[in-house]
């Protein structure tokens, strides 16, 4: 957990609901990333910021959206496109190098109920 | 892209007893492999991770092994306690690569008395 919090640990959507997922971090590190965590299964890159004003999608990024206006936060919203947005969602930050690739370092998770 | 097995699923132990979990890798430019302690609805922390140039490293009761070659990592822990029951992931990653990692899918150790 250290210095990278989300809120809140558990969230309620209705059904055609935009939701937005907080992380925020005060390690002073560029990168933050998004991961999606399904029972049983390992972590699945959602998007990822190198530094302040851009970002990139990963491998699931359909269905999702984020900003970096700032560099100590990293909303994620998920969209009522998502088909099936049930599950735990895990905020981490790096350093950014540029070199060999960094440490990450997660949050403790916001577990997300569609009803 | 990258693809990480991971192996076993679960993982039950006698407490006192070494654990070992494995995990090979496809993609023959990744050169960094971190793992994670994950605990029940907690966020994954860093156990220990080793780079490309070094064949294994150790920290106490916790080491890592690669082989490049055959493209697989291992985790090992010893004397096993009843704390260190929780899931690992191992990881995969490689320079120029947007930092991104793939996750293994994860091992369920259970430490017994």
């Known amino acids: 957990d250290g210095g990278i919090t989300q809120s809140p640990k558990y969230l309620f959507r209705k059904e055609g609901q935009n939701v937005t997922l907080s992380c925020e971090q005060n390690?002073?590190?560029?990168?933050m990333y998004w991961y999606r965590q399904d029972p049983g299964q390992g972590l699945r890159l959602i998007y990822y910021?190198?530094?302040?004003?851009?970002?990139q999608k990963g491998d699931i990024a359909e269905g999702y959206s984020v900003s970096r206006e700032k560099k100590e936060s990293f909303p994620l919203t998920v969209t009522s496109a998502q088909k099936n947005p049930t599950a735990f969602y895990l905020c981490?930050?790096?350093?950014?190098?540029?070199?060999?690739?960094?440490?990450?370092?997660f949050g403790p998770g916001t577990r997300l109920t569609v009803l | 892209g990258e693809n990480v097995e991971q192996h076993p699923s679960t993982l039950s132990v006698q407490e006192g007893d070494s654990a070992v979990i494995k995990c090979t890798y496809s993609d023959s430019a990744s050169n960094y492999f971190p793992w994670y302690k994950q605990e029940l609805g907690k966020g994954p922390q860093l156990i220990i991770d080793?780079?490309?140039?070094?064949g294994e490293k150790k920290d106490q009761r916790i080491a890592v092994t690669l082989n490049k070659t055959a493209k697989h990592f291992s985790l090992h822990i010893t004397e096993t306690q009843p704390e260190d029951s929780a899931v690992y992931f191992c990881?995969?990653?490689?320079?120029?690569?947007?930092?991104?990692?793939?996750f293994g899918t994860g091992t369920q150790l259970k430490v017994e008395l």
């Open positions: 080793i780079r490309s140039n070094v």
């Open positions: 981490a930050s790096s350093v950014n190098s540029g070199g060999s690739p960094d440490t990450q370092y």
């Open positions: 990881a995969a990653s490689f320079t120029g690569g947007g930092n991104k990692l793939t």
């Open positions: 390690l002073n590190h560029d990168a």
């Open positions: 910021s190198q530094i302040v004003n851009d970002f």
